[in-house]
């Protein structure tokens, strides 16, 4: 992940994140509620430091709102890799007080350069909150230069954040890169969560809707969007069939605790009976 073979270092501890992050305001372009630092891998000290320019990586903390956040992201982000999603390399660092944060390589960025990246909030003009599933797929099976791939992995994005309980996958959560000769595809998935498992009374669990829904989800839901997209049924959902074990085996050996490892397990195995896989 960061061309060494040691693991890097952080010299700042968690309360110096916010100082360090209002140092670089202005200077970021990295949204979300959720504080996060954009850093570069010095490889000369070892040392992850922030960067306002040409950072390689983002940095999540942790929220005092939501304890265990980046342990959650982080299982989340290893199961969406074993079971096929496309990713982009992430790991779970210390600071110099102990606390975990997680750390994910940039896609939008190859070196120095920057890589044309747009949201479909930006693509739809649209709140991130405000649409749908189905719009999303649409608009992409028109600007995809490879749309029927790229729905079908944009499908199974879906269905992966309903499995592990992530209700706030929302229009900024899906976006599209331009490659070097402006092919359109669609990027790495990100900002993978359990919201479930960090706020069990989560009012949605979805939020965008999902064949105008966004509670009481069942199968059916599902392949409705499968059919209005036209995705083959053989392919729909073949990356999760008989995976809840799989699924159970990366939570145990997660960085979460206990309590929370049980609860996550609870989100998934309810989930995966709504959906009769």
């Known amino acids: 992940m960061f ?13 110096e994140i916010s100082l360090k992050t209002q140092d670089l305001v202005g200077k970021l372009s990295i949204s979300g509620v ?18 306002s320019e040409g950072g390689e990586y983002i940095l999540k903390p942790q929220p005092q709102a939501f304890p265990h956040l980046p342990e959650n992201e982080q299982c989340c982000m290893d199961i ?52 749908s599933v189905e719009q999303i797929g649409r608009k992409l099976k028109e600007i995809s230069s490879v749309p029927g791939l790229d729905v079908q992995l944009f499908f199974e994005r879906v269905v992966l954040n309903f499995l592990l309980g992530n209700g706030d996958a929302h229009l900024k959560n899906y976006s599209i890169n331009y490659d070097q000769n402006m092919k359109i595809r669609l990027s790495p998935a990100y900002d993978i969560v359990s919201s479930r498992l960090a706020i069990p009374d989560e009012g949605e669990e979805s939020a965008l809707t999902i064949n105008g829904k966004k509670n009481r989800l069942t199968r059916e839901d599902f392949d409705m969007v499968a059919r209005y997209l036209q995705i083959p ?15 159970k085996g990366l939570v145990n050996s997660s960085m979460l605790n206990s309590q929370e ?6 989100i998934v195995q309810e989930r995966y009976q709504r959906m009769g896989f």
Do not use: M, W
Request: charged residues 30%.
């Open 3 to 15: 061309g060494s073979n040691k693991k890097p270092i952080i010299r700042f501890s968690l309360p």
């Open 34 to 51: 959720q504080p996060k630092l954009s850093v570069k891998f010095d490889k000369k000290s070892g040392e992850l430091i922030p960067a």
């Open 80 to 131: 969406a890799q074993v079971l096929g999603i496309d990713i982009p390399e992430h790991c779970l660092l210390p600071l110099t007080d102990g606390t975990l944060v997680y750390v994910v390589k940039r896609f939008d960025r190859q070196g120095i350069k920057k890589i044309h990246q747009e949201d479909f909030s930006q693509i739809l003009g649209k709140d991130k909150y405000d649409g």
């Open 233 to 247: 049924n053989k392919v729909c959902y073949e990356k999760f069939i008989k995976k809840d074990g799989q699924i």
């Open 261 to 266: 490892q049980k609860s996550f397990i609870a």
